[in-house]
């Protein structure tokens, strides 16, 4: 494949259709339609053994790995009762929080779970987030350096099925703007990024755990592909599904196709600690102050020519959406929160007054930053 102009859903088929390779999986106890099931015994090989392994069922294998008891229940049972407890707060207060592929407020989530969840209990957050198994594939996709995000979500009885994705980076973004970046980037994309989910419940499949298809990751036209009927239909017809125990985790890659499916109990809250976690490599080397640039520049760039203001705006403004508090900043009507330069260009084709930009810019940020957290009481010097 060498342009988006090849995309063909019998090339996608060809890939998918093929059968995990039991014996080219040592390590694994099993192969359960298509998918890679490792039990807690994959921690007494040898470590670099193991994540050679993994590194090789995440890329060229089915893309997904599941671990049978992961977490041990008493472990996952102090943190649902964290969650639990935001949740409910949420609720309290009049939060729904949005989503991006699926009805906002259909589900109930906790974004930005990982710090919320530290600074609340940290014994628990210390005991859950010890977990050697997470740690080994962390270590195997992403190496040293990686960052773990967590955001806790429960599908509700009745909850629906979300719409076949993949995921962040390029599977954040509408198919024109994915289609803005060349083939080799599409190829980076999955690297710098780790998806799991650790069943915080008893997930039999009449709860809709999630929707896979195994060996879709290796499609290089995915990202554009996944956006379009015929693919969806195909994966509505061919994803596998596996009933998860409490404690049980899976990982994938983030290219695979994928959805959390229709809860179809009328009893069963199913919740699960959707962890995305990042490679070192994702960011920047440096922070700029993008704010002040736009600030400073926003005058003059009004009345100028569409081509001069889109590559300024490029230059200092921040063109990306992410990292952001989703609490405050979420993706409602969209797959992704409005960036900086989104904003500055709106301003300028309606000619805002510079002080209405800069308000509108400083309440972006104010969505963006971080919450305070409280801090502690430094009580030494009162002896």
Same mark, same amino acid.
């Not at 239909?233 to 695979?256: C, I, M």
């Not at 490599?281 to 889109?310: C, H, I, K, N, Q």
């Given at each position: 494949?060498?342009?988006?102009?090849?995309?063909?859903?019998?090339?996608?088929?060809?890939?998918?259709?093929?059968?995990? &390779?039991?014996? *080219?999986?040592?390590?694994?106890? +099993?192969?359960?339609?298509?998918? %890679? @099931?490792?039990? /807690?015994? !994959?921690?007494?090989?040898?470590?670099?053994?193991?994540?050679?392994?993994?590194?090789?069922?995440?890329?060229?294998?089915?893309?997904?790995?599941?671990?049978?008891?992961?977490?041990?229940?008493?472990?996952?049972?102090?943190?649902?009762?964290?969650?639990?407890?935001?949740?409910?707060?949420?609720?309290?207060?009049?939060?729904?929080?949005?989503?991006?592929?699926?009805?906002?407020?259909?589900?109930?989530?906790?974004?930005?779970?990982?710090?919320?969840?530290a600074?609340? &209990?940290?014994? *628990?957050?210390?005991g859950?987030? +010890?977990?050697?198994?997470?740690? %080994? @594939?962390?270590? /195997?996709? !992403?190496?040293a350096g990686?960052?773990?995000?967590?955001?806790?979500n429960?599908?509700?009885?009745?909850?629906?099925?979300?719409?076949?994705?993949?995921?962040?980076h390029?599977?954040?973004?509408?198919?024109?703007?994915?289609?803005?970046?060349?083939l080799?980037?599409?190829?980076?994309?999955?690297?710098?990024?780790?998806?799991?989910?650790?069943?915080?419940?008893?997930?039999?499949?009449?709860?809709?755990p999630?929707?896979?298809?195994?060996?879709?990751?290796k499609?290089?036209?995915?990202?554009?592909?996944?956006?379009?009927?015929?693919?969806?239909?195909?994966?509505?017809?061919?994803?596998?599904? !596996?009933?998860?125990?409490?404690?049980?985790?899976?990982?994938?890659?983030?290219?695979?196709?994928?959805?959390?499916?229709?809860?179809?109990?009328?009893?069963?809250?199913?919740?699960?600690?959707?962890?995305?976690?990042?490679?070192?490599?994702?960011?920047?080397?440096?922070?700029?102050?993008?704010?002040?640039?736009?600030?400073?520049?926003?005058?003059?760039?009004?009345?100028?020519?569409?081509?001069?203001v889109?590559?300024?705006?490029?230059?200092?403004?921040?063109?990306?959406?992410?990292?952001?508090?989703?609490?405050?900043?979420?993706?409602?009507?969209?797959?992704?929160?409005?960036?900086?330069?989104?904003?500055?260009?709106e301003?300028?084709?309606?000619?805002?007054?510079?002080?209405?930009?800069?308000?509108?810019?400083?309440?972006?940020?104010?969505?963006?930053?971080?919450?305070p957290?409280?801090?502690?009481?430094?009580?030494?010097?009162?002896?």
């Amino acid at each position: 494949m060498t342009s988006w102009t090849d995309i063909s859903l019998d090339d996608f088929r060809a890939v998918t259709e093929q059968t995990t &390779d039991a014996s *080219a999986y040592p390590l694994a106890d +099993a192969v359960e339609r298509n998918v %890679l @099931v490792y039990g /807690a015994k !994959l921690l007494e090989h040898d470590r670099d053994t193991a994540k050679n392994e993994l590194i090789h069922a995440l890329a060229d294998g089915p893309g997904i790995v599941l671990f049978k008891g992961a977490f041990a229940p008493a472990v996952v049972d102090r943190a649902t009762a964290v969650f639990t407890e935001m949740i409910a707060e949420q609720k309290a207060a009049g939060v729904a929080g949005g989503d991006h592929f699926a009805k906002p407020g259909a589900n109930d989530r906790v974004w930005g779970a990982l710090d919320k969840f530290a600074v609340r &209990d940290p014994e *628990a957050f210390a005991g859950y987030y +010890a977990n050697d198994l997470l740690a %080994l @594939v962390c270590d /195997a996709w !992403l190496g040293a350096g990686y960052q773990v995000t967590s955001q806790v979500n429960v599908v509700n009885p009745g909850g629906r099925a979300q719409v076949a994705h993949r995921d962040y980076h390029l599977g954040f973004m509408s198919r024109e703007q994915a289609g803005r970046y060349p083939l080799h980037v599409h190829l980076l994309s999955p690297v710098l990024t780790l998806q799991g989910a650790v069943a915080h419940v008893d997930m039999p499949v009449e709860t809709g755990p999630t929707m896979y298809l195994p060996h879709s990751q290796k499609y290089p036209g995915g990202y554009i592909a996944f956006h379009r009927p015929d693919f969806t239909e195909y994966f509505d017809a061919n994803y596998v599904q !596996l009933p998860l125990a409490k404690g049980d985790a899976a990982f994938f890659n983030p290219a695979l196709f994928h959805g959390a499916g229709t809860n179809h109990s009328t009893d069963v809250r199913r919740m699960a600690n959707l962890l995305q976690v990042s490679s070192a490599f994702g960011r920047a080397m440096e922070s700029v102050d993008r704010a002040a640039m736009s600030l400073a520049l926003y005058p003059v760039l009004r009345g100028r020519d569409e081509t001069f203001v889109r590559n300024v705006v490029a230059a200092c403004a921040e063109g990306y959406a992410f990292p952001t508090n989703l609490d405050r900043d979420q993706p409602v009507g969209g797959l992704a929160p409005r960036t900086q330069a989104d904003l500055m260009h709106e301003a300028l084709r309606e000619d805002w007054p510079h002080d209405r930009f800069a308000a509108e810019l400083r309440a972006q940020q104010e969505r963006r930053s971080p919450k305070p957290q409280a801090r502690t009481e430094d009580t030494a010097a009162e002896g």
